[in-house]
């Protein structure tokens, strides 16, 4: 039973074909600069060494193609034939208030996910041309979107109503979305197997800590709150966005800077975070190094990030009204030694024993709590792809 997910940005592409027997990956890509000039794609087939080859890509069909070819491909390919594949899986960043739950594609699905592109006029129009040329290519194979909001449609009214006057909700649907909802379930259910208990019973602060940060409270297996809202700015400090700012702040700056939404827009989104704080660069780990030589500006992004996702866990802790486990993932939450031992140190009130000696992992499961901590503390690397093809795959079963 073979699926294969894709994940199309405006000018790129990330696949992985799985075998979902047993849930293995079989080959997994990238495709760079599609409609720049300059393509390149990188095909790895599991068990050998990539191939990279160099071409145009002028528009996404040309790219699905090309990954087709590669999976198709006598040597590093995976598939004989095309009719191996049972269906496509398709990441969709915002599925609005109308998808709580991965969908088969149809033209009423396109449609909604156009509607919602307002909400994320980055991305759907890319998920749009994916879904879309791949239902060019493969008439007859299924298309299932998996979205990324959708995990958080479970948030009750006060969760997500911000505090504007109500008919903006009705008129605009201005209110929290939350996104990166495909990887706080996988890691939140990789949790409750790691402890052994049945996920409906656990509290989870999940806290997915990457160059786009969110955390995401967990009750019996249903997201309740989340710190990114309507766009994808809000919660904690993360590696070019500003995380919370006193909305007054943005419309001072604004006059005082002569700046228009667009431009206001990008400081937001692209001048602040870590590398506004720093002034040295929005990846961590050249923080880090700056921190530890001394740069007080990098130890105070450090400072900022780590306090943020402690409040937080905090909040979601009183939200739920008790918490079993917190866990970190992505880019920084997997590998950050030094994010993990600042954000869990001093959380022995609320039960949670930070153990420093086990906290020396990047990047695999492991458990970085004393064994008698009643809270444990977890570490998952993440993996929205194979929730997308479990999604399909039970779609099309
Ligand atoms: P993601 O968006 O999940 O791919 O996360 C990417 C970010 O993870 C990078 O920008 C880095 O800031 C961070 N990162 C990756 N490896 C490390 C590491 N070893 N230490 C600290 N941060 C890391």
Redesign the pocket.
């Known amino acids: 039973m073979k699926v294969l997910v894709l994940n199309c940005g405006s000018s790129s592409l990330k696949y992985q074909l799985f075998d979902m027997t047993g849930e293995e990956v079989m080959a997994k890509g990238l495709v760079e600069r599609i409609g720049i000039e300059g393509g390149r794609i990188k095909h790895t087939k599991t068990g050998m060494d990539s191939v990279v080859s160099d071409s145009d890509f002028p528009n996404h069909k040309v790219a699905i193609k090309a990954v087709l070819d590669c999976l198709l491909h006598g040597e590093h390919g995976s598939l004989q034939s095309l009719e191996e594949l049972r269906a496509v899986g398709h990441r969709v960043v915002h599925g609005g208030e109308k998808f709580a739950k991965s969908v088969v594609v149809t033209a009423d699905v396109l449609r909604t996910i156009d509607e919602c592109t307002p909400f994320a006029p980055l991305h759907n129009p890319a998920n749009l041309l994916g879904i879309k040329s791949m239902m060019e290519i493969l008439p007859k194979v299924p298309q299932i979107a998996v979205f990324d909001t959708a995990f958080h449609q479970t948030m009750p009214e006060r969760s997500f109503i911000y505090g504007v006057p109500y008919h903006y909700y009705e008129t605009y649907r201005v209110r929290r979305f939350g996104f990166h909802g495909t990887s706080h379930l996988y890691v939140a259910h990789r949790a409750a197997e790691m402890l052994g208990k049945p996920l409906e019973n656990l509290k989870i602060v999940t806290c997915h800590l ?3 940060s969110s955390i995401a409270a967990v009750d019996g297996g249903r997201s309740v709150d989340t710190t990114l809202g309507f766009g994808t700015v809000s919660g904690v400090l993360m ?1 070019t966005r500003c995380g919370d700012v006193d909305p007054v702040a943005v419309l001072h700056l604004m006059q005082e800077e002569g700046l228009d939404s667009k431009a206001m827009s990008h400081v937001l989104h692209k001048d602040s975070g870590v590398l506004g704080i720093s002034g040295i660069s ?4 050249d923080v ?1 190094d700056a921190a530890a030589g001394g740069n007080r500006r990098a130890k105070l992004a450090l400072d900022i990030l780590c306090y943020g996702v402690k409040k937080y866990i905090g909040a979601y802790a009183a939200a739920m009204g008790g918490l079993d486990a917190v866990v970190f993932t ?3 939450g997997e ?2 030694v030094l ?1 993990r031992e600042m954000v869990c140190e001093g959380l022995e009130f609320l039960g949670a024993l930070f153990d420093k000696s086990k906290n020396a992992v ?1 990047g695999k499961e492991a458990f970085i709590c004393k064994p008698d901590s009643r809270v444990a503390l977890l570490v998952v690397p993440t993996n929205e792809e194979l929730v997308i093809a479990r999604d399909t795959l039970s779609l099309v079963s």
């Open positions: 990457g160059n786009g590696g929005s990846d961590l780990r880090e992505a880019g920084v590998n950050s994010v990047r």
